[in-house]
């Protein structure tokens, strides 16, 4: 097992993805950085999330939008995006075993991870 070298930039990213309930992009953590009085180049949040994702601390999502978002929680589990407002929620249902087989029979692929993206209206932007 590889020893994970957790720098204080590292850490603080880290901390602000685990403190996050909103799945945040890049920039959002470059706002919440300064709001704690930490400047950080672009270039350092980037390699600190890079590093992260790559060490298992957190998962990078990439959602069908422009900048990917970042989890904190690295357990098999799936999302729900907003169309309207982008909001990201997290959909702990677990896959049917059945549909997991279906997918085996039809590609021959033994299913080993699956994170399912729903989008749909959340209830702030349905409400009238």
């Known amino acids: ?3 994970i070298n957790l720098t204080s930039q590292r850490k603080a990213v880290l901390d602000v993805v685990r403190h996050s309930a909103d799945h945040p992009t890049a920039a959002d953590i470059m706002e919440r950085l300064r709001q704690q009085g930490l400047h950080f180049a672009y270039g350092t949040v980037y390699n600190s999330l890079n590093y992260l994702t790559g060490a ?5 999502l990439k959602l069908g939008e422009s900048a990917s978002r970042y989890d904190a929680r690295t357990d098999d589990h799936h999302h729900i995006v907003c169309r309207v407002c982008g909001r990201v929620d997290e959909v702990l249902t677990d896959l ?6 279906q997918v085996k029979q039809e590609t021959g692929y033994r299913v080993e991870e ?6 749909g209206v959340c209830l702030t932007c349905s409400k009238p």
């Not at 049917?96 to 087989?101: F, H, T, Y």
């Not at 699956?114 to 989008?119: R, T, Y």
């Open 56 to 60: 298992g601390l957190i998962r990078e």
């Open 1 to 3: 097992m590889n020893k």
């Open 96 to 101: 049917p075993d059945s549909w997991l087989e």
């Open 114 to 119: 699956a994170h399912v993206i729903l989008e």
